[in-house]
């Protein structure tokens, strides 16, 4: 990248800046416009409140988290032997398993 001029090395080093500044702006307009609708509904006495079912999130989640982790961790463990890169696959694997830990005690506590 030396031979490029400096004019093109400062828009090139630019670019991501203004993209993270303009990605931040339309979060915060987002954010901003979801309150100020969710304070008129509760105003008016119309805002219901979503509902979140965690038995079925927690399932999901740890279901896919387990088995892209099981994945990545075999696979780096057969390209790379047993050393810290397996933690990119160890890692969403036992978060996935706490899932579906968290999952299975609701549920048996939910059987009582």
């Not at 800046?17 to 105003?43: C, D, P, Q, R, S």
């Not at 961790?73 to 790379?80: H, P, Q």
Request: net charge positive.
């Amino acid at each position: 990248m030396t031979n490029l001029p400096a004019a093109s090395q400062i828009i090139v080093s630019v670019i991501p800046i203004v993209g993270i500044v303009a990605g931040a702006v339309v979060i915060f307009f987002y954010i901003l416009w979801n309150h100020k609708e969710k304070t008129l509904l509760i105003e008016r006495g119309e805002y219901r409140r979503p509902v979140f079912d965690l038995d079925t999130f927690c399932l999901l989640t740890g279901l896919l988290l387990a088995g892209v982790g099981t994945a990545l961790t075999a696979v780096l463990a057969l390209m790379n032997g047993l050393g810290y890169e397996i933690l990119g696959g160890a890692i969403p694997l036992a978060v996935g398993a706490s899932f579906l830990a968290f999952y299975g005690f609701r549920a048996a506590r939910g059987r009582r």
